[in-house]
């Protein structure tokens, strides 16, 4: 299967000249034919190995695959990881290959440590120290998950008609544009669509999501029922296993100062790198009110602070636009926005400002909107498209 290209091309799809109505029509996907070959992304954890039986009890030929994306050493010896990426990366590893094996389905393991490194952990490392706060689930999906894995499984001689994963979302067909787009699943505290906003049409189009007219707790249902050893296995809570991201980092962080939104210094940080927008814990600024972090300014070192009244604003400003169920927009339209996985969707206005950049206007402030977080704009429940903030507008109040 050739996931192509991984690397968005802005030209791939042109600007109409119209505004966009909400998408109201679609066509039936056909499921894939009997006898299919199937790929599937397998973690070690519940959610990819009930995909692979359900998968395999429907006839489908089943290959499990898992990534190798941690360099190091990675033995028994290490304790089991609560990160994506991590020194304990063996057990799921083999936690991977014994439900392939209880399954039985052939299972690869694909190393993808440099790809991860150079496409993941570098841009994460560089959103820090810009004073950005990045999603690194967004661009392992779309550049590693869903592209370079299936690209090297096919030079490897490992040839599968589809790939599917998984996530608690749903594929959709519009007929009114001709496009696929991502649905969000039917559980809406485990709908997953937030992170997929950066698949392109090839890759949707060849990818199944069979958990996503599911809800957890009936997965979990289906593997007591399969009997699969990993039903009560937690899920992972960090990006970094531990969650102390300054190990990623080769030089120590400078401290600079912390000051309120009229420039007076209240104190000192740690460096920037430890701080996010909205961050309350850790600042070590006595004040009458909770003080929490308004801006992050790399320029400067600093780091602004302010009550909690000052962290809500209406607008922001997102670049590195895809749009997905569109083929793009060039007048406002009416839509829903996400500005982060826990946060509700919220009614907007997007004004496009060029190809690939837009402006939200919120009808209610939203509280903290984080540059470097991506928005992801909703028609209905599908993804019309997303992209990164940059900027936000100033304290609604």
């Keep these: 299967m050739n996931s192509g290209n991984p690397e968005h091309n802005k030209n791939e799809y042109p600007i109409q000249d119209k505004t966009v109505s909400p998408a109201t029509t679609s066509a039936m996907i056909e499921p894939p034919a009997p006898g299919s070959t199937v790929a599937v992304g397998m973690s070690g954890g519940i959610d990819s190995s009930v995909t692979a039986y359900l998968l395999k009890s ?6 499990g695959v898992t990534m190798k994306i941690w360099g190091g050493e990675s033995s028994p010896d290490h304790p089991r990881r609560t990160g994506c990426y991590g020194a304990g990366e063996f057990h799921d590893i083999e936690d991977a290959r014994k439900i392939a094996q209880l399954i039985g389905i052939p299972f690869h393991v694909v190393s993808m440590v440099d790809e991860y490194q ?3 952990l570098n841009y994460f490392k560089e959103e820090y120290l810009k004073g950005r706060t990045p999603n690194p689930c967004v661009i392992c999906n779309h550049r590693i998950k869903f592209g370079f894995l299936l690209d090297k499984l096919e030079k490897s001689g490992i ?23 991502i649905r969000k699943g039917v559980d ?3 709908d997953q669509s937030y992170f997929l906003t950066f698949l392109s049409q090839e890759q949707i189009k060849k990818t199944i999501f069979p958990l996503g007219e599911l809800t957890k707790p009936h997965v979990r249902e289906l593997a007591q029922k399969f009997s699969l050893p990993v039903v009560q296995k937690p899920e992972s809570q960090d990006f970094i296993d531990g969650g102390d991201y300054s190990t990623l980092f080769d030089e120590k962080p400078r401290s600079g100062n912390i000051i ?9 940080h740690r460096g920037i790198i430890h701080y996010t927008i909205g961050q309350r814990k850790g600042l070590g600024v006595s004040h009458r009110e909770p003080l929490y972090v308004l ?3 790399k320029k400067n070192n600093t780091l602004t602070v302010g009550t909690e009244k000052d962290l809500y604003n209406d607008t922001l400003i997102a670049d590195n636009m895809r749009w997905m169920l569109y083929p793009g927009v060039s007048s406002p339209i009416r839509l829903k926005a996400k500005i982060r996985l826990t946060a509700g969707d919220a009614d907007a206005t997007v004004y496009p400002l060029d190809r690939d950049k837009v402006k939200v206007v919120f009808d209610t402030p939203q509280r903290f909107i984080t540059p470097g977080q991506f928005v992801v704009l909703y028609d209905n ?16 109040h």
């Design 118 to 120: 150079e496409y993941v």
């Design 295 to 297: 801006d992050i300014d």
């Design 381 to 396: 429940d599908l993804i019309a498209g997303g992209g990164t903030i940059t900027e936000s507008g100033k304290p609604a």
């Design 188 to 190: 809406p505290k485990k």
């Design 58 to 63: 429907q006839g489908y030929n089943v290959v």
């Design 260 to 268: 309120d939104m009229q420039g007076k210094i209240l104190g000192q």
């Design 159 to 181: 040839v599968a008609d589809y790939f599917a994963t998984g996530h608690y979302v749903r594929k959709f067909f519009s007929s009114e544009y001709n496009r696929f787009c």
